[in-house]
């Protein structure tokens, strides 16, 4: 991580203990032991102090401590409103950024949409996910939750003879009180490398 790097990250880590221990506790939410959060991000256990955060064990040192840190700063206190589901492109403010999204969130995962099939217990698992029962399209769909209230809805397409395979990432309907704009794009991206990591 370059140094102006971790001078964002360091900033919004600051930005987040701005507030009580106790609102971040309830904001993220987290767990609090010795004076140090605990929660689950990117599908590893995150600590986080006000001089650090790790993933895993390890010094987060890249967007996704980056990401977690903006997360921390910003979460409110209230409940995830998962429906109705929005496509990213349904996000105010979102076109400057939809061909990134489509690229590295959906596309991304396409040619392995199979193998998410056959391993998506593993990944539901290791992300505290669910299976989505209400889906209406899709030959099957998975939620996923990168940072505890964002919640990463998915619905994947098997390839056939008439069609290619295909993924659809959407959000909660408020999910841009949790993570500004970009920093949505940003956990889709990482969650899809989180996904592809697990299967290589």
């Not at 990401?67 to 990213?88: D, N």
């Not at 769909?141 to 098997?158: A, E, G, Q, V």
Request: with cysteine; proline share 8%; aromatic share 10%.
């Amino acid at each position: 991580m370059t140094r102006s790097y971790l001078n964002i990250r360091n900033r919004y880590l600051s930005e987040a203990w701005l507030r009580s221990i106790d609102d971040l506790r309830s904001a993220i939410p987290a767990e609090v032991e010795n004076g140090v959060l605990s929660f689950l991000a990117f599908g590893e256990r995150c600590v986080m102090s006000p001089g650090e955060i790790t993933l895993g064990g390890e010094p987060a040192g890249g967007a996704e401590g980056l990401l977690t840190a903006m997360y921390a700063s910003r979460a409110p206190a209230r409940p995830v409103k998962l429906h109705p589901l929005r496509s990213f492109k349904e996000l105010p403010n979102s076109m400057p950024y939809q061909g990134a999204f489509a690229a590295n969130s959906e596309r991304v995962l396409v040619p392995h949409v199979e193998a998410i099939q056959r391993r998506q217990g593993e990944i539901i698992g290791k992300f505290s996910g669910m299976v989505n029962t209400d889906a209406i399209s899709g030959d099957f769909s998975f939620t996923l939750y990168p940072l505890p209230r964002i919640p990463l809805y998915y619905i994947f397409h098997l390839p056939d003879e008439e069609f290619p395979a295909g993924v659809s990432c959407l959000f909660a309907d408020n999910a841009v009180e949790f993570m500004p704009l970009d920093g949505l794009a940003d956990v889709a991206e990482y969650t899809a490398r989180r996904i592809l990591a697990l299967l290589a």
